[in-house]
């Protein structure tokens, strides 16, 4: 009884004794690469090679809106859209980011053959457009090189037939843009 009696007391001294390490208020330092980026995408799909412009603001420390429109409005499929990134930072790497985004857009789809077709000679839909990919901040100059794949998904429009497919749009493109800090 008495063996027992000491080692409870030894066990509850210890305990007393023992306090928590403080916790360290470590937070990591994200910021934002860039405030603002203007660039061109290069970009290729099934609808062929599609040259756009496209300009990316940051909101936050991870967020963006980024702006998207192709070049050349007479193309086959003409994307114009808006959306939301996503854009965390990696803990291996300060200037490789990889993003991804959700946002809406307009596509317009050219009639591929008006007098075998009958119908408008080019047909307008809002569509969603998801995209992700990465991006690499060069750490000299003011340059950001990205890499993506750009969906669109969920058309709206009753009035456009079924041979006007709005996948046609999604591509995988490469972009340069100039960085405002």
């Known amino acids: ?12 001294l ?17 910021s934002a690469p860039y405030k603002l980026a203007v660039g061109l995408r290069y970009a290729t799909g099934p ?8 300009a990316k603001y940051f909101i936050r420390e991870q967020s963006a809106l980024e702006a998207y429109s192709d ?6 499929q003409f994307l114009s859209s808006i959306s939301y990134i996503w854009q965390p930072k990696l803990a291996t790497s300060d200037r490789l980011r990889p993003y ?13 053959s008006p007098a075998y077709f009958d119908g408008p000679a080019s047909y307008i839909n809002p569509v969603a457009v998801a995209s992700f990919g990465a991006e690499y901040s060069f750490k000299k100059i003011p ?8 969906a669109t998904f969920l058309r709206y429009g009753r009035s ?5 497919d709005h996948y046609r749009a999604s591509n995988l493109g490469i972009g340069l843009k100039y960085t405002f800090r």
């Open 71 to 76: 070049l050349n409005p007479e193309s086959r």
């Open 100 to 112: 991804a985004g959700i946002g809406i857009g307009i596509l317009r789809t050219n009639n591929p």
């Open 47 to 54: 609808a062929g090679l599609t040259l756009g412009v496209t």
């Open 143 to 150: 340059l950001a090189l990205t890499f993506d794949y750009r």
């Open 14 to 30: 210890l305990c007393l004794s023992v306090q928590a390490q403080d916790s360290l208020q470590i937070r990591p330092q994200v």
């Open 160 to 164: 456009t037939p079924n041979f006007v």
């Open 1 to 12: 009884m008495l063996k027992k009696l000491i080692i409870s007391l030894v066990g509850l």
